[in-house]
């Protein structure tokens, strides 16, 4: 198995989150599983990958994208998080002990700051008097 697929482990924690499979009865497409659409989804924000160039192996890039936007809108992807990182609390696998934090400055152009561009003039504030 390629380590970018879940191990069997990892699905079991995540498994009784999802929605029961509804096969359709034989009825219209075959249903693509979720462990598929969940390593496909995986996949696609591992890579950066747009939707549509989500290998053939995962299923029709369509199906995984609606099912990805309603379990999204439906919380179903903060509820795994949360139960990802409480096997990971309890197993002692998430270390406490690092954390960084970013420092990177962004230099803005000098009118972004309200500085006038080359050639033009300041218009002066007229004093009111009292």
Do not use: N
């Not at 420092?103 to 218009?123: D, E, Q």
Request: one cysteine or more.
């Amino acid at each position: 198995m390629p380590r970018s697929q879940l191990t069997d482990e990892e699905f079991a924690l995540i498994e009784p989150l999802l929605p029961a499979e509804d096969h359709g009865g034989g009825r219209g497409r075959p249903f693509l599983p979720h462990r598929t659409v969940l390593e496909a989804i995986f996949w696609i924000h591992r890579t950066g990958a747009p939707w549509r160039d989500l290998p053939e192996e995962y299923g029709k890039w369509s199906t995984v994208y609606e099912r990805f936007r309603r379990w999204r809108e439906e919380g179903l992807f903060a509820e795994i998080l949360a139960v990802l990182e409480s096997a990971g609390r309890k197993a002692g696998k998430i270390d406490f002990e690092f954390s960084a934090v970013d420092g990177t400055s962004v230099r803005a152009h000098r009118c972004a700051g309200g500085a006038l561009k080359k050639g033009r003039i300041r218009k002066k504030a007229k004093k009111h008097k009292p």
